[in-house]
Every structure is written in structure tokens, then in C-alpha cells.
């Protein structure tokens, strides 16, 4: 009977830890769907930001362009990973990629700077041998990632104050259901090549707009919304490839779970009917030996 009991109990331990996992299969559906509504949300806003920049653009002249990177100048990378676990491979997969791609760029840029967004992602980076100068939390909500992305164009603006030019972020990107795919992007310089596309772009309408602000100003201005769009848009679809992941961690959990309740169930029925024959045995033992007392 202790047996069965233990089994008992083992079988009620595993319903509570399915349930637990089934919530949290629950919460990285919905925190998917609102970060990719928050990424989408965010590229219409780029869409603004570059008819802006195409009206600006218009009036800045081609040696004003920004350069493509020389080699020798000062490198900072921005990586986005987790901070909690539970999200499969998300961590190895960006990291891995991050320092396949900076060890390319060292032959070309070799003082590099670097910041973590998420301190999983910033252990496994010390682990690589690429210790990051800075580690930042990841948001926990929508609202959080303004707040984030601050604090990055804060550090950016430090890092151009030290002599930093080229920027470069890393981050995984959903593709499909549960699937992603680590990516980069070069932030700074802007690339010339996007630039003169905006410029050689067909304005939609016959009018076009006019503006009383400094163009130089102004651009600048706009360029910081860009990167405001960006990094906003980079942090948005690395928190949904980190559900994505830990949905799929979490399907394979209940998938495991269910095996074992399986398993637990048939032991305890099985134990239970030795245990009910094993009584019925001692219990027919028992008459036998009270019948032959009686008839002795």
C-alpha cells in the first residue's frame, strides 16, 4: 500500500506540473501576438520616418551622404537575448551568430564595444570570450521596450561621444509558428545605398511636402527616429522569438508529461489490482484455514 500511495502522489505532482506548463504554453501564445501587433505597429511608423527622410533628402546634397564603414574605426554591437530560461536554444542561437559575425568584423574593426540586452545572453557571451561592457534587462511588457530603447540610443550617443561610428545589433527574428532565425543590422552609419534609394523613390502624390525647420536639424532628428524605430522593432521581435521558443520548449515538456502520466497511471492501476488480489488471496487463505480448522 505505500507503494501505491507514493504512486498517488507521484501522479498528482505531475497533473500540478502539467497544468503549470499548459499556463505557460497559454502566456507565450498571447506575449507572441502582442509583440508581433508591437512590431507591426512600429514598422507603419517607419514608413513615416522614411517619407520623411524622403522629402529631407531631397535637399541634402550627394557629398553629404553618409560614408560606408573604413576599416580601423571603432565598433559597438548591441546583442538581444533572455533573461529568463526555458526558451530552447534562442540564447546559443544568437550568441553563436553575434560572434561568428563580430570575429569577421575584428579584422577590420578591432576595438569593439559591446552591450547585452539580457542576461543569459550576456554570461554565454563572457563564456565566448566577448564579455560585454554593459547589461541591460529585458522588458517584460510592451510598454517596457520604450523604456529599453532609450536607454540604448542613451548608450549610443555615449558611444559616438567616445569616438564609436559603426553600430551593429543581433537579434533572432520570428519567420513562422515557432520558428526563428538569428539576424544582424547595421545601424550606424546609415547605409548610403538605403539613403539614395529614398531619394530616387517616386513621391506618391503631385504635392509635396514643404518644412520651415533647419534641414540639417531636421535630419537628424529623423535619423534618430530611425534608429528609434529599429531598435524598438529588433527588441520587439527578439521577445516574441523568445515565446516562440519557449512555446516550443513547453510542447515538448506536455508532450513528455503526458507520456509519463501514462506510464504512472498504468503502474498504479497495476498496483492497485496486485494489491486487491493480493487481499483476496489472503482473505481465501484465511477461509481455507478456518474451513479446515472446522472440519478437523
Known amino acids: ?61 550627394e557629398p553629404a551622404l553618409p560614408p560606408h564603414p573604413a576599416p580601423g574605426r571603432k565598433l559597438g554591437a548591441l546583442v538581444f537575448g533572455s533573461d529568463q530560461g526555458m526558451c530552447g536554444t534562442l540564447n546559443d542561437a544568437i550568441v553563436a551568430h553575434a560572434s561568428r559575425a563580430l570575429a569577421r568584423l575584428a579584422r577590420r574593426h578591432q576595438d569593439q564595444a559591446l552591450i547585452a ?24 511588457s510592451v510598454s517596457g521596450i520604450t523604456t529599453t530603447v532609450h536607454e540604448l540610443l542613451a548608450r549610443i550617443e555615449e558611444w559616438r561621444v567616445r569616438g564609436i561610428e559603426i553600430v551593429v545589433l543581433f537579434n533572432c527574428r520570428l519567420v513562422t509558428g515557432v520558428f526563428y532565425r538569428p539576424r544582424g ?32 536639424h531636421l535630419l537628424h532628428s529623423l535619423v534618430h527616429e530611425y534608429l528609434f524605430v529599429s ?13 516562440a521558443a519557449r512555446l516550443a520548449s513547453m510542447q515538448v515538456a506536455e ?16 498496483s492497485r489490482q496486485s494489491a486487491i488480489t493480493s487481499e483476496l488471496l489472503d482473505i481465501i487463505s484465511g477461509f481455507e484455514a478456518l474451513k479446515g480448522k472446522a472440519h478437523g
Not at 125 to 130: F, I, Y
Not at 193 to 204: F, H, V
Request: a positive charge; hydrophobic letters at 40%; glycine letters at 4%.
Open 117 to 140: 540586452v539580457g542576461v543569459r545572453a550576456a554570461g554565454q557571451l563572457e563564456n565566448a570570450g566577448q564579455p560585454p561592457e554593459t547589461t541591460l534587462g529585458v522588458p517584460d
Open 1 to 61: 500500500m505505500e507503494a501505491i500511495e507514493t504512486l498517488k502522489r507521484t501522479i498528482h505532482v505531475t497533473r500540478e506540473l502539467q497544468s503549470l506548463v499548459k499556463t505557460m504554453k497559454v502566456l507565450a501564445g498571447l506575449n507572441i501576438r502582442q509583440y508581433e501587433r508591437a512590431a507591426q505597429a512600429v514598422a507603419q511608423y517607419n514608413r513615416t520616418v522614411e517619407m520623411g527622410l524622403q522629402i529631407v533628402l531631397r535637399n541634402v546634397p
Open 255 to 270: 508532450r513528455n508529461i503526458e507520456d509519463r502520466l501514462k506510464a504512472l497511471t498504468s503502474e498504479f492501476h497495476q
Open 231 to 243: 531598435l524598438f522593432r529588433a527588441l520587439a521581435e527578439s521577445l516574441a522569438s523568445e515565446n
Open 185 to 216: 543590422l547595421r545601424l550606424l552609419p546609415v547605409d548610403a545605398d538605403w539613403i539614395r534609394g529614398l531619394q530616387a523613390r517616386r513621391w506618391p502624390t503631385r504635392v509635396l511636402p514643404t518644412y520651415f525647420h533647419d534641414t540639417e
